[in-house]
């Protein structure tokens, strides 16, 4: 079994790695197979695709990466590591508020990346999901999104050094709210994309 201060590296940086190779897994791998070809064509079109997940969800990013200072400023929840010699799970500072910022900003454009890929991925099978009845399609756009903060609040309350039944309330709650504005990226990129604004 591993000691506390072996895991404490993998646990600072679980939640960038995560949603890092979740992008990654879904860039690479996801477009060949779905177009049944890995060829620069296919990484262009998913190249394109990026960056118009991303440049939509920029404005929504911003929002939620400033948006959500006051959760970091009260000490409640931040989409930063929590730091484990501190008094409180997040003791607020201008380093914090950037942590908290930039974090925020990457995991709602990865979340963004991930439901872009996963849109493309659905319209790309449209074919074989026919046969299941319209309500019962999965929104592939809507699962990335979900799939990312599922990853952020699950690896964002591991961080802490505390077992989770022994975080306050406030911390869990917050932490789920900082995962929701995370699952709400794709939907959003989608909307602004199709002229929300």
Not at 48 to 63: C, D, K, M
Request: with cysteine; proline share 8%.
């Amino acid at each position: 079994m591993s000691s506390p201060s072996s895991t404490r590296p993998l646990k600072r940086y679980s939640v960038p790695l995560a949603v890092f190779a979740m992008v990654a897994v879904a860039a690479l791998l996801v477009p060949p197979i779905v177009m049944a070809e890995a060829t620069s064509r296919t990484y262009a079109l998913t190249a394109a695709i990026l960056i118009l997940a991303v440049g939509s969800a920029f404005p929504y990013a911003v929002v939620v990466a400033l948006g959500t200072l006051p959760l970091c400023y009260a000490g409640v929840a931040s989409f930063a590591a929590p730091r484990p010699a501190a008094d409180e799970p997040h003791p607020f500072s201008a380093v914090a508020a950037l942590r908290h910022a930039v974090a925020g900003f990457a995991y709602v454009s990865g979340s963004a990346a991930v439901g872009a890929i996963g849109i493309g991925t659905q319209i790309g099978l449209t074919s074989d999901l026919s046969a299941i009845p319209a309500a019962f399609r999965p929104s592939f756009l809507h699962l990335g999104g979900v799939l990312v903060a599922a990853v952020f609040v699950s690896l964002q309350l591991w961080r802490y050094e505390a077992p989770v039944g022994e975080l306050p309330a406030r911390t869990v709650v917050g932490t789920v709210a900082l995962g929701a504005s995370v699952a709400l990226s794709p939907a959003v990129a989608f909307w602004v994309f199709n002229g929300g604004f």
